[in-house]
Structures are given as structure tokens and as C-alpha cells.
């Protein structure tokens, strides 16, 4: 029995991870975590006490589940952890993974933080579907999910050890319809609310919208080339793009296009037939490792570029560190193609089940085309353990 | 042993009152207006309730509007003073340290051509007599002021300020009283303090939630904010909850009768709370040293996090507040404490414990040992938390 402080979004899954964590006999608080203003700015009354739908359905659960539940005020962090970044990578042109920002720096930065300080808490729950097992070494090893469609490892890479240590994922076990059989067995009022969608504070899923209004981007109308750089049309404003995009340019060149790269220096989005976006290599960096496995040299790994796809089985090697802005960077070569990698979102590898670490997908070198010849790995001793 | 100090939220019913109203939750169904033998028993108790009342605040029984709680009796009594006074002129005068039922009403107002008056406040909460009657104009319909603040417990000067009106301010123009907080502990006379509308809420003196009440001085015209039937006399119409208005008469009656051993017993206690709590390095006591409510303890903690307080309260059973109840866990500081002066970084730190009738010794002795180490321990947490921060949020490669 320990006090375990359970981070209640509103939804069906961290409903049932309270649930369970109170059946085993722990001692089981609420949270729910104020993060951005957006709850406010879309209800009638701006401001308005008690307008937040999602706080109220996990404080009714909560109640339900007799637990003390609080919210709590996490803005300021939420808004240098997650949401700079993600306003700094979109005008960068590149394209943010604020899941993942959120796990690190809030879920398990400041609200763990206050957990163990403020709150005498052991542990953080979520609702994520992952497993953590620690090992007889003391370290603490990630695990995908049981439910291999909603496994959200591909967030959770980024956790220390020290995270982990103190993170409880009480879903990990269960699939999707499981949990939502548990919800129903005790009546929760959450257990056939859908599955949320998209990002959090933008709720519209109007990125150019929100680089407007929060971080007050001034788009410039610019060139849209093809792939040979043949100028085909203009944009107003690159920001916001991403790799593999199809609408919103309004061009048309017969066959399908898509945007392939986008440079914020030049204010240039370039567009590619679906193959020109196919990859083979890329460098990945801000890499971190799960728990320690000794890799210095290459390894098998299955990579990840998207939350929810197939990891691609590859050959991953450190970067030759020469370029003092190259330490700590990885170049990860896929058997076969991967499809539209985004400079800067997670690129999270595998060993089976395990999940290794990762890290974000570079942006390739300027002026050269983002397919890398893909070469077989020349010394290639280790192999992922 | 759960302790609650959170009276200026709301506070037990007190078992006299839940007695006297049981009846009327069963067989006493009756409708006042009804003419027969259910509806005269439920009139009749409803007379006797508007007469306590009227009683107990030195009013007369026909100059009791009952309503739903204080918020609707202040809603009633600014809007309707306000629209019934249009014609003789659209400024509105208040302070910057009302309850939001009496600002939000008010700011309602200004959207519809009143000019509403914040009067700002010294470090205390209070207005200066001086600050009204500047302010003052042959525009002023309306001044509308808290008797004492519901989060730093400050108890206005309010004979001067009303006193001032009167003497500088426009014939015709009201006075209206928030009451709410200072019903249950301070003796409140109508006729002395000279006032025109004046509003309390059952809930704070032990009463019954949904129960309030707004004197309304004989010929005093204000709009009716609700109309139906002929229910209080027009002023405010649907039927009467019976025996919530009963409730509310007993729970007065008795709060009045023994408001001098609770006010005594409960000033003693506070000054002890204050005492350990300012002992504290980094404390100070927010609102009057001396002019404040007898069970009310506010104070600001530097570098704590009242919210964190709060709740590690809670976790070891001990229920306080930061100042208000609101929990949508905006990081908007209290209106009061800016008004005041304080700046927002210390603002976050403030900590209200209000203690009430039922409050015993034990529960006091408990807080003094509680509270203090609660404080120390959220600073204490806050500081580990900010210097964990910095690794977690850098990214470093793990």
C-alpha cells in the first residue's frame, strides 16, 4: 500500500487506472491537471468557475470512486515544456511531438515532482497503455502494451530512469475493450465517453491559427517548388506544415503531391510524387536510452516514425562525433522505407516488445535530397540485447 | 480525527434548525398561498420565520424578502436598486474587495449604461470614509458595501462610510449591505447602521444552503427580479421553500442569541492560530489585526503555494481554503489580495482558516500543531520541487 497520485484527464482510461490502483489498495489521489486556457476561451462564459467539462467528468469519477481529487495549476510549466517547443518547432518548420514534451517535462516533470514533494506520494499513474518491469539490476525497463493498437510507448520514451522508477501504468496489461468493460462493471461515468482526438490546446486543429494567436507568427506568402525545384505555386506562410501533407496547398500537378520538406530560412515548402518522400536513413538526436544497454556501437532495432506504426526493423549506429554538433546523435538505416519522416518528432526504437529509447529525426542536411543511399551497415558487432 | 475550518465557506446545520425544518420536509407539505389548512400551517411558519428575521437584524417582518441564499438576495438588491434608481441617475459606487456577487452583478450592470465604481482599499481591505465621499456625485444611485470581507475577515467602517453617504451623497441614493460574512458574528441593526438593502445567507450561521434573505427598507422601491405570483409581496415571486426559510429562522434567532460567548470564545482562538502562523518566518497576517472577524485567520506564506496547503490539509483531514471555493484551479490570484496591494507572487501564498460555532478546543489545539508544519512542509516541497525542476526540463540526453 502507498499513496499513488493518479493524473485524471476526464477520459475512460485514467478513470479505470484510479480504479484499479484503489482495488489493489493503495492509496489513491485524483488530480486533474489545468494545463492551457483553452477549457476557458472555448466555453460561453470566459473565466466561468466550473465550465470545464473534463475536469468535472474525472472529479465525478473520482467521486465515485470515493478518492480525495484536486486540480491543479500546471500552466506555467505546461508552457515551457510543451507548448514553447511546440510553437518554436512549428515556426522552425519542423514538426513538434508535444505527447512527448508533456510526458517528460509535466506528467513526470512537474506533477511527479510535486507528488514527491509536496504530496508524500511513491508514484504518478497514468492512463497510458505501457508496461514497466523492473529488472533484478534495478533498472527499469519499458514494455509495449498488451493491447498492441493502443500501445503509447512511442510518448513515453523520453523518461529517466528516475521517471520510471516512480511511474505506475495500471492499463499496460489490458486491452482497449477490457478497460471499458471495467468502467461499465463499476458504473464509472466515463466508460463510454470517445476516445479524445488530436492536440489538447488546439482543440479546432488549427495549428497556422494557433503560431497566429500564442506566438504571434506573421505569415509571409513564398515559393512552393517540386521536387526537381521547379517553382509549381505559392504559399502564405510555410509554418505548420509537415512532411506528407497533402492538403491545404491547393496545387495540382496530376499526380499526387505531397509536401516533402519545408525550410523556414528560404520561407520554401518543396512538394514530392509519394516515392521522392521515401527514406532509408536519417540521423536522430536528443537521443536517450530506456535503461542502459551498453550500445555504443550498432545494434538491430525496430524504429518507430508515428505513434501506432509498425516499428521497421534497422540497423541503428552512432554518429561519427567529429562535428561537435553531431555528439549524440545516431543514424538509424531501415531495411526498408520508411514513409514522410518529420524533422524533430519522436523516433522511438524497439527490441520485440522492449522499448529501447529514442530520440527526434534530424533535419537532414541542407540542399540535399532527404532519401540517403541506403548502404548496408559496414562493422556491425553488437545486436540489440 | 477530521477538522474542519472552512466556516466561511458554509457550516453545519445546526440540529435545532434541521428539527424545525423536518416537519415541513414531511407532512407540512402545504403551499403558503394555499387557502386551506396546509397552506395557513405553512404560511403561519413562514410568518414566524420573517419575523425572527425581521427581529434579529432590527427590521420589521414586512421589510424581509426570503430568497435562495445570498447571492440571489444581492443579485435582487443591486439590479433591482439599481433599474428602479435609472431615472435619477447610472453611477454605482462599490469597493474593490466585494464578494463576486456583488461585483459580478455590478459589472453585469455597467454593460447596460451604469458606471460602476470600484473604491480602492488600503493594505487592510478598508475604504476611507474620504475616498467614498470624493467619489460621491449627484449621479450616485447606489453604494453598495460589504459589512466584512469573507477572505481577510476586514470589518469596514461601515456607520462612517454610510454616514458619508448620507450626508454627501444624492437624496434617493441606496445603500446596500453584503451581510453574508458578518451576520453569524458581528450585531447587525438595520436602523443604526442606517442602511436600505442588506443581505445574508442561512448556510454561514449554521442555517440551511438555499436560504437567504434581503432587507428591504419600508419604501424603498426596487425592480422586481423575478416575477410570478404575489409571493413576498411581489418582490420576489415563486413559492417559498418552507423549510429551508425555517431553518434559517431558528438557526438566526439562536446565532443572535448566543453570538457574544461564540464571538469571545472564537477571537480567542483565532488570535492563537494567528499567533503560531505569524510566528513563522515569511508569514504575515492579511486583512485588520484588530477590526476583523472573530473566527477568521487569513495569512500569505512566501514561497508556498496556498493551493499546496490546502490540499496537504485536506490529505491529513483538515479542511481550509485559499480564500475563496473556487476550484477550477485557475492561477488567477484573489481579487482581494490585489486590491490590497499584494502582488500576485504573494498572493499565491494565502491561506484562510475560519473558524465556527461548532469549532472545540481540541480542534484548535490540533490546528495549532497541524497548520504551522503543513506551511513549512509545502515550502519546504516547493523548494525541492523548483530545484528538481531544472534536470527534468532541459532534456539532457538520460
Not at chain 1, 484503489?22 to 489513491?28: L, R, T
Not at chain 2, 480542534?363 to 497548520?371: F, N, T
Given at each position: ?293 551498453g550500445h555504443d556501437r550498432s545494434f538491430r532495432a525496430g524504429v518507430r516514425i508515428r505513434h501506432r506504426a509498425e516499428p521497421i526493423p534497422a540497423w541503428v549506429e552512432p554518429v561519427d562525433a567529429t562535428e561537435p554538433e553531431r555528439v549524440g546523435r545516431w543514424t538509424v538505416r531501415t531495411d526498408t522505407p520508411v514513409w514522410a519522416i518529420a524533422p524533430r518528432q519522436a523516433a522511438v526504437l524497439y527490441d520485440g516488445d522492449v522499448c529501447l529509447g529514442g530520440g527526434r529525426i534530424a533535419r537532414p542536411a541542407t540542399g540535399t535530397s532527404q532519401s540517403m543511399a541506403a548502404s548496408a551497415p559496414g562493422l556491425v558487432t553488437t545486436v540489440a540485447s | 480525527m477530521p477538522i474542519y475550518l472552512d466556516h466561511a465557506a458554509t457550516t453545519p446545520l445546526r440540529p435545532e434548525a434541521l428539527e424545525a425544518m423536518l416537519p415541513f420536509l414531511g407532512e ?371
Amino acid at each position: 500500500m502507498s499513496r499513488i497520485l493518479v493524473a485524471m484527464s476526464g477520459g475512460v482510461d485514467s478513470s479505470v487506472a484510479a480504479a484499479l490502483l484503489k482495488d489493489e489498495g493503495h492509496e489513491v489521489v485524483g488530480v486533474w491537471m489545468r494545463l492551457h486556457d483553452v477549457a476557458d476561451s472555448i466555453s460561453e462564459f470566459k473565466k466561468s468557475c466550473c465550465s470545464l467539462d473534463a475536469a468535472e467528468d474525472a472529479r465525478r469519477v473520482a467521486g465515485q470512486l470515493d478518492i480525495p481529487f484536486y486540480v491543479l495549476n500546471l500552466e506555467r510549466e505546461f508552457d515551457e515544456g510543451v507548448l514553447a517547443p511546440f510553437l518554436g518547432a512549428y515556426l522552425d518548420g519542423t514538426t513538434p511531438s508535444p505527447c512527448v514534451d508533456c510526458n517528460t517535462t509535466v506528467k513526470f516533470g512537474a506533477l511527479l515532482g510535486q507528488a514527491r514533494h509536496l504530496y508524500d506520494c511513491d508514484a504518478v499513474a497514468t492512463g497510458h497503455y505501457a508496461r514497466r518491469v523492473v529488472g533484478e539490476d534495478g533498472q527499469v525497463r519499458m514494455l509495449r502494451a498488451r493491447d498492441g493498437d493502443k500501445d503509447q510507448t512511442y510518448f513515453l520514451y523520453g523518461l529517466r530512469q528516475d521517471q520510471l522508477h516512480d511511474a505506475r501504468f495500471p492499463l499496460g496489461e489490458l486491452t482497449k475493450p477490457e478497460v471499458r468493460a471495467v468502467a461499465r462493471r463499476l458504473g464509472l461515468a466515463t466508460a463510454d465517453k470517445p476516445e479524445s482526438q488530436g492536440i489538447c490546446f488546439i482543440p479546432d486543429g488549427d495549428v497556422r491559427g494557433a503560431l497566429k494567436s500564442r506566438a504571434g507568427w506573421e505569415p509571409e506568402t513564398g515559393p512552393v517548388l517540386d521536387a526537381n525545384g521547379t517553382r509549381v505555386g505559392e504559399h502564405a506562410g510555410a509554418a505548420g506544415y509537415t512532411p506528407g501533407q497533402r492538403q491545404g496547398l491547393g496545387i495540382s500537378l496530376g499526380s499526387p503531391r505531397y509536401v516533402s520538406r519545408v525550410d523556414p530560412v528560404t520561407n520554401t515548402i518543396t512538394l514530392g510524387r509519394r516515392e521522392d518522400l521515401e527514406t532509408t536513413a536519417f540521423e536522430i538526436e536528443d537521443v536517450r536510452f530506456v535503461a542502459e544497454h551498453g550500445h555504443d556501437r550498432s545494434f538491430r532495432a525496430g524504429v518507430r516514425i508515428r505513434h501506432r506504426a509498425e516499428p521497421i526493423p534497422a540497423w541503428v549506429e552512432p554518429v561519427d562525433a567529429t562535428e561537435p554538433e553531431r555528439v549524440g546523435r545516431w543514424t538509424v538505416r531501415t531495411d526498408t522505407p520508411v514513409w514522410a519522416i518529420a524533422p524533430r518528432q519522436a523516433a522511438v526504437l524497439y527490441d520485440g516488445d522492449v522499448c529501447l529509447g529514442g530520440g527526434r529525426i534530424a533535419r537532414p542536411a541542407t540542399g540535399t535530397s532527404q532519401s540517403m543511399a541506403a548502404s548496408a551497415p559496414g562493422l556491425v558487432t553488437t545486436v540489440a540485447s | 480525527m477530521p477538522i474542519y475550518l472552512d466556516h466561511a465557506a458554509t457550516t453545519p446545520l445546526r440540529p435545532e434548525a434541521l428539527e424545525a425544518m423536518l416537519p415541513f420536509l414531511g407532512e407540512q407539505f402545504g403551499n403558503p398561498s394555499s387557502p386551506h389548512a396546509w397552506g395557513r400551517r405553512a404560511r403561519a411558519a413562514l410568518d414566524d420565520a420573517h419575523e425572527r428575521i425581521a427581529a434579529a437584524i432590527g427590521a420589521g417582518p414586512r421589510e424581509i424578502v426570503i430568497t435562495s441564499g445570498g447571492t440571489e438576495a444581492l443579485n435582487l438588491a443591486l439590479k433591482g436598486a439599481a433599474w428602479a434608481g435609472k431615472a435619477r441617475g447610472n453611477q454605482i459606487l462599490t469597493t474593490a474587495v466585494e464578494h463576486h456577487a456583488v461585483l459580478h452583478p455590478l459589472q453585469q450592470l455597467g454593460k447596460f449604461g451604469f458606471e460602476v465604481l470600484e473604491l480602492p482599499v488600503d493594505r487592510y481591505g478598508r475604504v476611507d470614509p474620504d475616498t467614498l465621499g470624493a467619489a460621491l456625485s449627484d449621479r450616485t444611485i447606489l453604494v453598495a458595501i460589504g459589512h466584512a470581507n469573507n477572505e481577510v475577515g476586514t470589518i469596514q467602517p461601515l456607520v462612517d462610510l454610510i454616514a458619508r453617504v448620507r450626508a454627501d451623497g444624492p437624496r434617493g441614493c441606496l445603500v446596500a449591505v453584503d451581510a453574508v460574512a458578518s451576520a453569524p458574528y458581528l450585531p447587525i441593526d438595520v436602523a443604526a447602521l442606517d442602511c436600505d438593502l442588506l443581505a445574508i445567507a442561512a448556510h454561514k450561521f449554521d442555517g440551511p444552503k438555499g436560504a437567504g434573505a434581503l432587507f428591504l427598507r419600508a419604501g424603498t422601491h426596487i425592480l422586481s427580479q423575478q416575477q410570478g405570483g404575489s409571493q413576498e409581496r411581489f418582490r420576489r415571486a415563486g413559492t417559498e421553500d418552507v423549510a429551508a426559510t425555517v431553518g434559517m429562522g431558528v438557526a438566526l434567532s439562536l446565532a443572535v442569541e448566543e453570538r457574544d460567548e461564540v464571538a469571545g470564545r472564537l477571537g480567542t482562538a483565532r488570535d492563537r492560530l494567528i499567533g503560531a502562523l505569524t510566528s513563522i518566518d515569511g508569514v504575515e497576517l492579511t486583512g485588520h489585526p484588530t477590526d476583523r472577524l472573530p473566527g477568521l485567520v487569513s495569512i500569505v506564506a512566501r514561497g508556498v503555494d496556498g493551493a499546496s496547503v490546502v490540499l496537504k490539509l485536506d490529505l491529513e483531514g483538515v479542511a481550509a481554503s485559499v480564500g475563496s471555493a473556487c476550484t477550477t484551479g485557475s492561477a488567477e490570484p484573489s481579487h482581494v489580495l490585489r486590491a490590497m496591494g499584494y502582488p500576485d507572487e504573494e498572493a499565491r501564498g494565502s491561506l484562510r482558516l475560519s473558524l465556527g460555532r461548532t469549532t472545540s478546543e481540541a480542534d484548535v489545539d490540533a490546528a495549532l500543531d497541524i497548520v504551522p508544519r503543513a506551511v513549512l512542509a509545502a515550502r519546504e516541497g516547493a523548494r525541492r520541487v523548483a530545484a528538481g525542476r531544472a534536470p527534468v526540463e532541459t532534456g539532457a540526453p538520460g
